[in-house]
């Protein structure tokens, strides 16, 4: 009789832990709800690193463009007076950048409104993370591209700002780097 019920018990708690195993496999199976669920989702990575990539190569062109045809035809496309919304659907407004109406605002901004040349940092970081996300694959340590790529940043507007103080080619520091400048001027 006893080994009668240590084979009963065997089987129950077989059964058991089938039912523990399938129930837990359900539960690992079972994709996390709301945000969290959703950002670590790997096609979100996927495509927000596709995204990333072609970004990169979208503002590589927009800002190429925006300073030929800010030296060639002496165009800036600028902005100042008109707002980013009425800038991006008003079809009275000549815009000269290759890449339209939203590469000429984004380039207006990031070039002459924040860091100037240096602004091409951005498109580095932008298509370093995006490989990251899209192919898994780091070209770069991220720790050490923010670090690197926020001083460069910063340095080479400043300089650019002290090197072209008030001529057409004060673009070069952007307004970032021309305050930056003038301010260290006014320390010494």
């Given at each position: 009789?006893?080994?009668?019920?240590?084979?009963?018990?065997?089987?129950?708690?077989?059964?058991?832990?089938?039912?523990?195993?399938?129930?837990?496999?359900?539960?690992?199976?079972?994709?996390?709800?709301g945000l969290i669920?959703?950002?670590?989702?790997?096609?979100?990575?996927?495509?927000?690193?596709?995204?990333?990539?072609?970004?990169?190569?979208?503002?590589?062109?927009?800002?190429?463009?925006?300073?030929?045809?800010?030296?060639?035809?002496?165009?800036?496309?600028?902005?100042?007076?008109?707002?980013?919304?009425?800038?991006?659907?008003?079809?009275?407004?000549?815009?000269?950048?290759?890449?339209?109406?939203?590469?000429?605002?984004?380039?207006?901004?990031?070039?002459?409104?924040?860091?100037?040349?240096?602004?091409?940092?951005?498109?580095?970081?932008?298509?370093?993370?995006?490989?990251?996300?899209?192919?898994?694959?780091?070209?770069?340590?991220?720790?050490?591209?923010?670090?690197?790529?926020?001083?460069?940043?910063?340095w080479l507007s400043?300089?650019?700002?002290?090197?072209?103080?008030?001529?057409?080619?004060s673009i070069f520091?952007?307004?970032?780097?021309?305050?930056?400048?003038?301010?260290?001027?006014?320390?010494?």
């Amino acid at each position: 009789m006893v080994k009668q019920r240590n084979k009963k018990t065997k089987k129950r708690n077989t059964g058991n832990q089938l039912k523990s195993n399938t129930s837990g496999r359900r539960k690992a199976g079972k994709k996390r709800g709301g945000l969290i669920g959703f950002l670590k989702d790997e096609h979100v990575h996927l495509v927000f690193g596709l995204f990333l990539i072609l970004f990169s190569f979208f503002l590589l062109v927009a800002f190429t463009s925006y300073l030929n045809s800010y030296f060639s035809i002496g165009s800036n496309d600028d902005l100042t007076g008109i707002g980013f919304l009425k800038y991006l659907t008003d079809r009275d407004i000549v815009v000269h950048n290759w890449t339209g109406r939203l590469g000429a605002a984004l380039s207006y901004l990031f070039i002459k409104q924040w860091f100037g040349f240096s602004s091409y940092i951005f498109i580095f970081l932008f298509f370093i993370f995006g490989v990251k996300l899209f192919l898994k694959h780091y070209l770069v340590k991220p720790a050490s591209a923010l670090k690197h790529s926020f001083f460069w940043l910063v340095w080479l507007s400043v300089l650019m700002g002290y090197l072209f103080p008030n001529t057409d080619l004060s673009i070069f520091g952007g307004v970032f780097g021309a305050q930056s400048a003038a301010w260290l001027k006014g320390l010494s």
